[in-house]
């Protein structure tokens, strides 16, 4: 990958001073994002991406909206500099490559995305943020798999036999679902999203930032967590946690629903995510509800 026609000008205006260097940065083998480390010629490092699809503009715009109503915080990082020309926006955040990326997992970096979490959570915004039921994790899934099991069914998650006893409970526990609040959330936390740096995590990708349930920001890390080798959801979720059974039934739905879908040529990463956070969070939902395990 290489900076296109105008990257260096828009690199200049946006952050006041010129490329000396570029540094392609991978993002899953998408093609939605160009990633670079920028060495500046005032001898800054930094970390710039610019939107190269249509939709990926609007989570920049969306990113920056959150960086405007949380910039400060210590779980952010510093926001250098801002360019929108109306199609692909250009965005700049202080270099991070040197800090620890997981996985691999310890309890260490576990507490510490924890403690990111709850400061996060009782945060006070200064500027308006979309609520959850606008996000992704907003949906209810369950629907779309009673209408056509096929696709998930194709993954070899479970089978038709249990999927049919179980989605009754599983369908209404989603549905229940409480994912109303005040709190902050990030709304997409994995490990491609954090690092530690100084033992504080911090968080990345911010567009889909919004106000929710905080335990849905939690309990939405856990099935990634633990399909990296990290800590089981009950380590970090008590099982009487209220309204947990609703919560994971919820996101099992969420992924349920898509990992059987065609691949996104645009982000070829996405269903082999999805994938990997049905079969953790399918069983977790399943130990809540009382249900035999998914086969």
């Given at each position: 990958?290489?900076?296109?026609?105008?990257?260096?000008?828009?690199?200049?205006?946006?952050?006041?001073?010129?490329?000396v260097?570029?540094?392609?940065?991978?993002?899953?083998?998408?093609?939605?994002?160009?990633?670079?480390?920028?060495?500046?010629?005032?001898?800054?490092?930094?970390?710039?991406?610019?939107?190269?699809?249509?939709?990926?503009?609007?989570?920049?715009?969306?990113?920056?909206?959150?960086?405007?109503?949380?910039?400060?915080?210590?779980y952010?990082?510093?926001?250098?500099?801002?360019?929108?020309?109306?199609?692909?926006?250009?965005?700049?955040?202080?270099?991070?490559?040197?800090?620890?990326w997981?996985?691999?997992?310890?309890?260490?970096?576990?507490?510490?995305?924890?403690?990111?979490?709850?400061?996060?959570?009782?945060?006070?915004?200064?500027?308006?943020?979309?609520?959850?039921?606008?996000?992704?994790?907003?949906?209810?899934?369950?629907?779309?798999?009673?209408?056509?099991?096929?696709?998930?069914?194709?993954?070899?998650?479970?089978?038709?036999?249990?999927?049919?006893?179980?989605?009754?409970?599983?369908?209404?526990?989603?549905?229940?679902?409480?994912?109303?609040?005040?709190?902050?959330?990030?709304?997409?936390?994995?490990?491609d999203?954090?690092?530690?740096?100084?033992g504080?995590?911090?968080?990345?990708?911010?567009?889909?930032?919004?106000?929710?349930?905080?335990?849905?920001?939690?309990?939405?890390?856990?099935?990634s967590?633990?399909?990296?080798?990290?800590?089981?959801?009950?380590?970090?979720?008590?099982?009487?946690?209220?309204?947990?059974?609703?919560?994971?039934?919820?996101?099992?739905?969420?992924?349920?629903?898509?990992a059987?879908?065609?691949?996104?040529?645009q982000?070829?990463?996405?269903?082999?995510?999805?994938?990997?956070?049905?079969?953790?969070?399918?069983?977790?939902?399943?130990?809540?509800?009382?249900?035999?395990p998914?086969?």
């Amino acid at each position: 990958m290489r900076p296109e026609d105008g990257d260096e000008e828009r690199v200049r205006r946006a952050l006041g001073a010129g490329p000396v260097s570029w540094r392609p940065v991978s993002g899953h083998g998408a093609a939605s994002t160009r990633r670079f480390v920028v060495e500046l010629d005032d001898g800054r490092s930094v970390f710039v991406k610019v939107a190269a699809l249509d939709y990926v503009a609007d989570w920049f715009r969306d990113e920056h909206a959150a960086y405007t109503a949380l910039g400060g915080a210590p779980y952010l990082p510093r926001l250098l500099g801002w360019d929108d020309d109306g199609s692909a926006p250009l965005l700049a955040i202080e270099d991070l490559s040197e800090a620890r990326w997981p996985p691999p997992w310890d309890d260490g970096m576990t507490d510490a995305v924890l403690a990111t979490l709850d400061s996060l959570h009782a945060t006070r915004p200064r500027a308006g943020l979309p609520t959850a039921e606008e996000r992704q994790f907003g949906l209810d899934s369950w629907p779309d798999v009673i209408r056509d099991p096929t696709p998930f069914l194709a993954t070899g998650v479970c089978s038709a036999e249990w999927l049919d006893r179980s989605l009754p409970a599983l369908a209404a526990a989603s549905a229940a679902a409480g994912i109303d609040g005040s709190a902050v959330l990030h709304f997409d936390v994995r490990s491609d999203n954090l690092c530690i740096r100084d033992g504080r995590a911090m968080l990345v990708d911010w567009n889909h930032a919004c106000i929710g349930n905080p335990m849905l920001d939690t309990a939405s890390w856990l099935p990634s967590l633990q399909a990296e080798g990290g800590a089981r959801p009950e380590e970090i979720l008590p099982d009487d946690t209220p309204d947990l059974p609703g919560m994971a039934s919820l996101l099992a739905g969420y992924f349920c629903a898509r990992a059987g879908l065609p691949g996104i040529p645009q982000a070829p990463h996405v269903r082999p995510l999805q994938l990997a956070q049905s079969r953790t969070s399918l069983p977790w939902a399943a130990r809540l509800l009382d249900l035999p395990p998914p086969r």
